[in-house]
């Protein structure tokens, strides 16, 4: 006969089974986010997601309202063409927002001006949804800071300087000349 402990775990005494109350995993000692959409979140908010997000939607809309069989496209012309080249710029300029953060810029000046010129080369840029959608993602693209600024240590305009902190200015007795 064996001495050995048992190997199972023991029962809990408050009437819940092991399975049902899983212990709570500890956080990584590296400090990286655990689970995919904690790693999801923390990518996503490195980056102009919602930008890239409307001016995605936007070129959509652009694109795909125009279509139509081909035939139909063949008849009107440069209208439809032109339509449909509006909407994959946009849908590029949400992928380079999206993937290249640093060319936010670029990118989101190109989405309002395609955005704006969908306007009137594709039935007034997605029945003004499009347009709208790609000028959103567009200027909130290029206005876009990818951290919060750094406290300032200083400056001419504080507010909430104590008096006894405030550099008083010389003062100026007559015109200075003697």
Same mark, same amino acid.
């Given at each position: 006969?064996?001495?050995?402990?048992?190997?199972?775990?023991?029962?809990?005494?408050?009437?819940?089974?092991?399975?049902?109350?899983?212990?709570?995993?500890?956080?990584?000692?590296?400090?990286?986010?655990?689970?995919?959409?904690?790693?999801?979140?923390?990518?996503?908010?490195?980056?102009?997601?919602?930008? %890239? +997000?409307?001016? !995605?939607?936007?070129? @959509?809309?652009?694109?795909? =309202?125009?279509?139509?069989?081909? /035939?139909?496209? *063949?008849?009107?012309?440069?209208?439809?063409?032109?339509?449909?080249?509006?909407?994959?710029?946009?849908?590029?300029?949400?992928?380079?927002?999206?993937?290249?953060?640093?060319?936010?810029?670029?990118?989101?000046?190109? %989405? +309002?001006?395609? !955005?704006?010129?969908? @306007?009137?080369?594709?039935? =007034?840029?997605?029945?003004?949804? /499009?347009?709208? *959608?790609?000028?959103?993602?567009?200027?909130?693209?290029?206005?876009?800071?990818?951290?919060?600024?750094?406290?300032?240590?200083?400056?001419?305009?504080?507010?909430?300087?104590?008096?006894?902190?405030?550099?008083?200015?010389? +003062?100026?007795? !007559?015109?200075?000349?003697?």
């Amino acid at each position: 006969m064996s001495t050995d402990p048992p190997t199972d775990p023991p029962e809990p005494t408050d009437g819940t089974t092991a399975a049902a109350s899983p212990r709570p995993r500890p956080l990584p000692a590296t400090g990286q986010p655990r689970g995919a959409l904690a790693a999801f979140r923390h990518w996503r908010r490195t980056r102009p997601f919602w930008a %890239a +997000v409307w001016t !995605g939607i936007g070129g @959509f809309v652009i694109f795909f =309202l125009p279509m139509a069989p081909l /035939g139909k496209i *063949l008849q009107v012309g440069v209208g439809g063409i032109a339509g449909m080249a509006g909407g994959v710029v946009l849908m590029a300029m949400a992928l380079l927002i999206l993937l290249m953060p640093s060319q936010r810029h670029t990118a989101g000046v190109l %989405a +309002v001006i395609a !955005g704006v010129a969908s @306007f009137p080369l594709s039935n =007034l840029g997605g029945l003004f949804v /499009g347009m709208v *959608l790609a000028v959103l993602g567009g200027s909130m693209a290029f206005a876009w800071l990818p951290e919060k600024p750094a406290g300032r240590t200083g400056g001419l305009l504080r507010r909430g300087r104590k008096a006894a902190e405030t550099p008083v200015p010389p +003062v100026s007795v !007559g015109s200075g000349s003697a």
